[in-house]
């Protein structure tokens, strides 16, 4: 059974009627910009084709009956919460998007995919945006796609109490097949860029390490980004985001920073730097020179951010020595998750192979790892008026 119907089935089963509704909800890969979104800089992200299906009808009282299919467990709550749950922690991202949405009335509810779980590919923001995409459509609110993206960041943010930046639900929501997103996360303007070949594909790697770390961490890099903007204010105040800094203010300026601080800073700012240039590449099909950018990212990720782990580098050496991979690097918060490989199609089982080999060689485990295609946003798959 697909996951899409087995979300349909379960739905029948437990609350003996069908849904209302049923909506696709993806995740995400980023190709280059990582840490940048909080910074107000550019990501170049896209949705995958691997997702979250959610199934829902309206009730007639307050009350929301929610299921995750993948944890086969179930949550009823009587009415809005006022803060988040303890357990189960998933019913958290369905429970922050109805409360930010205003509670528009009782549920039944399930959910479920094969999307990896704490892989790095936001299935967090892929359920938040498929609950908001329910929600919006039983209850007629009339919020725009742009609306429900803003509004899901704000329940991470506020309910969940996740200080993560808006690449992850804007991602997920806007995407379109073969198509990569570049956003500048400060002002929300967007461009489609297509992914011009059938030659190359990309493969995830599972670094095997839980994200445990990944949330105490990402909110200390926020908070050495914010110093580090802090001190560079007070030269000159008018800058409001890490993004507004050049490379060459920063160099001159190195000696007010504390080192960590300063590398901190150097990571972000060459990064943003970074995805101009891979804008250009991706506009003239350059992607040799897209892969090198990928290595540097990975490198600064590593050395200056340091968000990398021992298994994420090795994926990204071991990637490095084969020839039918032209750049791969840590994608998303890092600390875990997975590394994203540009690979020559007709290649891809031997370098999936290759990168096995010598992940289960050096860590005693088998990698997981997945070929992914650049796939549409968030849709209403069936709607039952
Ligand atoms: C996580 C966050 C995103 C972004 C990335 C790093 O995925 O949810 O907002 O900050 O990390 O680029």
């Not at 095997?208 to 030269?235: D, F, M, N, T």
């Amino acid at each position: 059974m697909s996951p899409q119907q087995q979300v349909w089935a379960t739905f029948q089963d437990l609350y003996g009627r069908p849904p209302e509704i049923l909506v696709r909800s993806p995740g995400r890969i980023n190709l280059i910009g990582e840490h940048t979104d909080y910074n107000g800089g550019p990501v170049l992200p896209a949705a995958i084709d691997r997702a979250v299906w959610l199934a829902a009808a309206k009730r007639a009282d307050t009350q929301c009956r929610l299921f995750a299919c993948d944890y086969d467990e179930g949550y009823i709550v009587e009415s809005q919460p006022s803060k988040p749950l303890v357990h189960p922690s998933w019913a958290n991202y369905l429970l922050g998007v109805l409360v930010e949405i205003g509670w528009p009335g009782g549920l039944d509810l399930t959910f479920g995919g094969n999307l990896p779980i704490g892989a790095g590919v936001a299935s967090s923001a892929a359920v938040q945006n498929a609950m908001a995409l329910a929600a919006n459509a039983l209850f007629q609110l009339g919020h725009t796609q742009m609306d429900l993206v803003q509004l899901t960041h704000r329940a991470e943010n506020q309910f969940v109490g996740v200080p993560c930046g808006i690449m992850d639900m804007f991602a997920g929501a806007m995407g379109r097949r073969n198509t990569f997103i570049c956003l500048n996360c400060h002002s929300l303007e967007y461009e489609y860029l297509p992914f011009g070949t059938t030659e190359l594909c990309f493969v995830l790697c599972h670094s095997g390490v839980e994200r445990r770390l990944a949330s105490s961490e990402y909110q200390k890099r926020r908070q050495e980004c914010a110093q580090g903007l802090a001190i560079l204010q007070r030269i000159n105040p008018a800058m409001s985001a890490l993004s507004q800094v050049s490379e060459d203010l920063l160099a001159e300026k190195e000696h007010l920073l504390p080192p960590t601080l300063f590398r901190r800073c150097r990571y972000v700012v060459t990064e943003i730097a970074r995805v101009g240039t891979a804008v250009q590449a991706l506009r003239s099909q350059d992607y040799a020179a897209m892969g090198s950018l990928m290595y540097l990212t990975h490198q600064g990720l590593r050395d200056d951010f340091e968000v990398s782990c021992p298994e994420l580098n090795l994926l990204v050496e071991e990637a490095m020595h084969h020839p039918a991979c032209l750049g791969a690097r840590l994608m998303g918060a890092g600390f875990g998750g997975c590394t994203l490989n540009l690979v020559k199609k007709s290649k891809v089982c031997d370098f999936s192979a290759h990168v096995s080999q010598a992940y289960t060689r050096a860590f005693k485990r088998s990698l997981r790892h997945w070929t992914v295609h650049l796939d549409d946003g968030a849709e209403i798959v069936f709607f039952d008026v």
